[in-house]
């Protein structure tokens, strides 16, 4: 039994209480309401009822389910609510009513949604087996399985506690059930809207916890399933209970519109009505009242209001290609706002909404928002999955053998189901949710095989991965977004094109990094998950971190310092392949430029009789030259020994450091020295100097140190200004 319920009818605002508030339109206007879910009175329960006649009490469902299911079988709702009856009878509400008000309210609530035959069953009886002697078994053998799946479903979530600490579990559950069917959800929304409806004489601190509860997580929900109609009022009246002042001065503002002599939406509309009879585009246009937390949102947004703030012009015609003829046509024959366009049906948003949005703007300088979908996409757009009927049933040459069939889900629920069973434990699962609830803005990236991925706002390449690929992503080493190569830190945009590009090693691991940059439960809960079963690897990244910060300098024990070492003699392999016109010179070569054969060099005298062998391309030979250093004629000669100096970048990635020195070492280069800077945006630098056996090596050395996962590119280093 819902502890929240209380009266059933209120006869209007009271001190700490709320009755459904009501959107005032002036009866000039044309308009179609919102699915108007505020219509159930009292229930009239009459005396008992007869097999095979339908009970007045439930007229108003019957009503209701006749007008979306004319051909619907409604022996099921007859026999359940018999059954509902007759089970709560002598139970009451707080206000004195007979219980079974409340699974009516409900009911009805989800027929004018449009709920199927099934779901308007299970929720005339879901109390029943929580609060009465019904059991699952009885219900399964009076009214099938399906039915006893979502009763079964309804009466877990009814078992918790809503109390702060029993949240975490309690909306674990929730979230389990309505990825099993998405049905429960609907059912417990509907509930929680009549509760909501009912709340008069609550005391004001249960008023407040269970608003701020409705709004946290149920509000999301409810958006998230795309029920728009039930969403929006539970916005309202959970505005009137935490925010009653600014309710008060938002009706006002509703009310004093609806007085007005003046109404721009309805000479836009009558506008928009002659556009399209002369482009003989068969339409119903409406007028859309915005809904009071709406209205108060571009308020706080605009300032003072305008006539056309309060509302917005919904045109419905029949096909999709209708949808873009209309958008034609008022662009042609009305002042478009470019700016305001979007389109949903080629890219529908995450809860199943599809329309085309636009806007024009009058020679008063109103802007009035136009809304084009079709009577379908209307339909889904105000009730969302309730609107898609069974999703469970088996198409009728394909039976499912008595096992339900997996629901085609919004990909949003198949991401959260996917990470809520490896959430470590409950306040983690709950933080988590509440910062994936609160992503109210998806945005579509397509894959280079033209395929999509839906990500909240703000995601990143490293988002994407894991979207993608799941645990696998551990092995992605970078992306290119729109073409371009792009860190694993990028934020991405609606409509960017995303190649993740993916190492071949099986054994890949994520970088603890990557946490700072992934914003869906998906990826942050799969690489804290390795980072934790991994504590090892773990230590050993934040080792390398720890290595990186700074420039540092990194070197084998045994080799010196090249900066600090003393020049070496002529003779010494490391350059005695260099020969100079200078008789018992010592030669060394620079370290800006550290040439290789078959670089051209020269070269040019120093203090102490020795010469320094620089590329011809180096800067250095410029300034020195220009100095009016006198150059040194040097060849190279038969030795076959070098030093080279390599730059190489990377993404970040755990163990980069020892791979890069892996694969240099199987190819003979010796490291004398290697810099590694910090990185930055995910992409490191690396520069090594290393002595090869010989300098036909060089193109196999560099070949292999970019066949390392995570390097993207290895060069020679660059000339750089400064001498010796």
């Known amino acids: ?238 505005f009137a209970i935490l925010h009653p002042e600014e309710y008060a001065h938002t009706r006002e503002l509703i009310v004093r519109n609806a007085a007005r002599t003046d109404d721009p939406l309805a000479e836009v ?77 080629a890219v529908p948003k995450f809860n199943l909404y599809q329309s085309l949005h636009t806007a024009v703007a009058r020679e008063n300088g109103q802007v009035v928002e136009v809304l084009i979908r079709t009577h379908q996409m209307h339909k889904v757009a105000e009730a969302g999955v309730v609107a898609l009927g069974n999703p469970y049933a088996p198409a009728p040459d394909d039976p499912a053998d008595g096992e339900r069939v997996d629901p085609t889900r919004p990909g949003w629920l198949s991401r959260l189901l996917d990470w809520q069973e490896a959430a470590p434990d409950p306040d983690h699962f709950w933080s988590t949710l509440r910062e994936d609830l609160a992503q109210d803005r998806e945005i579509t990236v397509f894959r280079p095989d033209g395929g999509t991925l839906g990500l909240p706002e703000g995601a990143t390449c490293v988002d994407a991965a894991y979207a993608q690929y799941g645990e696998d992503a551990h092995a992605c080493i970078g992306a290119r977004v729109n073409g371009r190569l792009a860190t694993l830190s990028t934020v991405l945009k609606d409509g960017d094109t995303v190649q993740l590009l993916m190492g071949q090693d099986p054994a890949s691991e994520p970088s603890r990094e990557w946490l700072e940059h992934a914003h869906t439960p998906a990826a942050r809960i799969a690489i804290q998950r390795w980072l934790t079963a991994h504590p090892a690897q773990a230590e ?115 163990h980069l450091l020892a791979d890069l020195t892996e694969a240099m070492a199987s190819e003979g280069a010796e490291i004398v020295s290697a810099t590694v800077e910090p990185p930055t945006q995910q992409q490191v630098r690396h520069t090594y100097t290393v002595q090869l056996p010989d300098a036909g090596h060089l193109p196999a050395l560099m070949r292999a140190m970019r066949n390392v996962a995570g390097v993207y590119d290895v060069s020679r280093a660059q000339p750089q200004p400064q001498g010796d």
């Open 1 to 238: 039994m819902s502890a929240e319920a209380t009266n059933s009818v209120t006869p209007g605002p009271m001190p700490g209480a709320v009755s459904g508030p009501v959107t005032p339109t002036a009866p000039r206007r044309k308009a179609r309401p919102r699915i108007d879910l505020r219509r159930l009175g009292r229930a009239a329960l009459l005396g008992p009822t007869t097999r095979g006649r339908l009970p007045d009490a439930i007229s108003h469902v019957v009503e209701a389910h006749r007008a979306h299911h004319p051909d619907a079988d409604l022996e099921p709702l007859r026999h359940a609510y018999v059954l509902a009856e007759s089970s709560h009878r002598g139970q009451m509400r707080k206000s004195g009513e007979p219980y079974i008000t409340h699974p009516l309210a409900v009911t009805l609530i989800l027929a004018e949604l449009g709920a199927e035959t099934t779901t308007l069953t299970a929720s005339l009886l879901h109390d029943t087996v929580e609060d009465t002697d019904v059991t699952l078994d009885q219900v399964r053998d009076q009214f099938g399985e399906e039915v006893r799946f979502l009763v079964d479903g309804v009466t877990k979530l009814e078992k918790v506690d809503y109390g702060a600490a029993a949240e975490p579990e309690t909306f674990r559950k929730m979230l389990v059930a309505t990825g099993n069917d998405v049905r429960v959800m609907s059912i417990k929304l509907a509930d929680r809207l009549h509760n909501m409806r009912t709340l008069g004489v609550m005391r004001p601190e249960k008023q407040e916890r269970i608003a701020k509860v409705t709004r946290d997580v149920l509000i999301p929900l409810a958006e998230r399933l795309g029920v728009q109609a039930l969403k929006t009022e539970l916005e309202d009246l959970v």
């Open 269 to 345: 509309a009558d506008e928009v009505r002659g556009v399209l009879r002369e482009a003989d585009i068969q339409a119903e246009v409406l007028i859309r009242p915005r809904h009071f937390v709406s209205v108060h949102r571009v308020s706080r947004k605009r300032g003072r209001l305008r006539g056309s703030d309060f509302g917005r012009v919904l045109v419905l015609v029949n096909e999709d290609a209708d949808c873009y003829g209309v958008l034609g046509e008022l662009h042609t024959c009305m002042k478009p706002v470019v700016s305001e366009f979007k389109d949903f049906i």
């Open 540 to 654: 050993s990244q934040q080792s390398e971190a720890r290595i990186a910060e700074g420039r540092t300098a990194l070197r084998p024990a045994d080799v010196p310092d090249p900066d600090a070492a003393p020049e070496q003699p002529a003779d010494r392999a490391a350059t005695g392949h260099v020969l100079a016109d200078l008789p018992g010179a010592t030669v060394r070569l620079a370290r800006c430029c550290t040439p290789v054969p078959p670089d051209g060099i020269t070269g040019f005298a120093v203090r102490g009789g020795a010469v320094t062998v620089h590329r011809v391309e180096c800067a250095a030979v410029a300034r020195m030259k220009d100095g009016g250093r006198a150059e040194v004629g040097v060849r190279w000669g038969e030795a076959a020994e070098c030093r080279v100096t390599l730059v190489a970048e990377s993404f970040v990635r755990p």
